[in-house]
């Protein structure tokens, strides 16, 4: 019988489902050590969640591993070129975090226009000293990367009235973008942005795409908030821009190196909100995870290759 490995805990509920789902395939819940999952290896068709010491052995030739589910939307910690060596299908979990990094994204944004990041300080220090807020109503919202995030942040922008400019690879239209360009406009687009969201994923091409130069492209007075990935800024260029003014602020869940640094100055910015890379949790997260799984592992069983958040492996996403 192949077997299915999970490297991520499931509700009994959840385990029920993968079981009806595919009777034929023996799912194992692997914990801690080793031993729990080492013996089931040579049989194990689909992976759960990613583990370095097991995939040492899956991912060697003649192995019967066709399928990885990843956890998480991110894919840069995965041998993609290996993978694509093996014939070895990779989806991921995209989607499962739209809902709550949008949210991030406008708490971020409200934040910023309502002074709320300057109210929490002042409480601290039991202050009172009333400011004039702004809005984000009208203002112009410049999204990097318009996938499930992206266009979950389009839909809500224009909720508050703001308009919509997107940057994505083929700069196709998309609802709710009311401009959006290629990568090849990138600094024009950076130029009317009120707010700057980097919703990138990691890789080859997206490594440092913002950095000095875009920095300077935008507004003063903008705030560039990212949830993408770290690396796809220059964090010495994005620091520099904030002390200097060329940047009004910034709201940063990703960092180029994680935890951030005790010493890094964006701790004591007055204009950094910095919030340890968690703006796509959320309580509901698991079951969107199943969820995702669940449909894949339909159309596994039933010989056809997965189709739900299928990762080209060429582009890394």
């Known amino acids: ?23 034929d395939l023996e799912l194992i819940i692997a914990e801690a050590s080793p031993d729990s999952w080492q013996a089931h290896l040579a049989d194990t068709e689909v992976l759960i969640g990613w583990n370095d ?27 993609c070129e290996l993978l694509a060596e093996r014939g070895i299908m990779l989806t991921n979990a995209s989607g499962v975090h739209a809902f709550p990094i949008a949210e991030t994204i ?27 807020p702004d809005e984000i109503h009208g203002k112009t919202i410049c999204i990097i990367g318009v996938g499930a995030i992206g266009k979950e942040t389009a839909k809500i922008a224009k909720a508050f009235g703001m308009t919509v400019c997107g940057v994505t690879y083929s700069g196709k239209p998309l609802p709710d973008v009311d401009k ?9 687009a950076l130029s ?51 002390q200097s003014g060329k940047l009004a602020g910034a709201g940063l869940d990703v960092f180029e190196l994680e935890p951030l640094p005790v ?14 890379h968690h703006s796509g949790s959320t309580v509901r997260y698991e079951e969107r995870a199943v969820d995702i799984f669940i449909r894949n592992l339909q159309d596994f069983i039933a010989n056809r290759e997965p189709t739900v958040n299928r990762v080209d492996l060429a582009k890394q996403y």
């Not at 299915?4 to 959840?14: G, R, T, V």
């Not at 010491?53 to 840069?76: P, Y």
């Open 1 to 23: 019988m192949g077997k299915i490995i999970s490297f991520h805990k499931l509700s009994e509920a959840q385990i029920k489902l993968i079981n009806r789902a595919a009777p």
């Open 53 to 79: 010491l097991a995939a040492e052995q899956l991912l060697q030739q003649g192995t019967k591993l066709r399928w990885i589910q990843n956890w998480g939307a991110g894919v840069n910690h995965l041998p």
């Open 106 to 132: 406008f708490a971020m944004m409200l934040s910023f226009t309502r002074k709320l990041d300057t109210s929490i300080r002042l409480q601290i220090q039991r202050e009172w000293k009333p400011e004039t």
């Open 180 to 188: 959006i360009v290629d990568r090849s406009c990138l600094e024009e």
């Open 192 to 242: 009317v942005g009120d707010f700057i969201v980097n919703t990138l994923p990691l890789t080859d091409e997206t490594r440092h795409m913002i950095g000095e130069k875009e920095f300077a492209a935008m507004k003063p007075t903008a705030m560039y908030i990212n949830i993408g990935r770290g690396q796809t800024t220059d964090e010495k260029a994005l620091i520099a821009a904030l």
């Open 263 to 276: 010493d890094s100055p964006l701790w004591g910015m007055d204009n950094v909100i910095v919030s340890p």
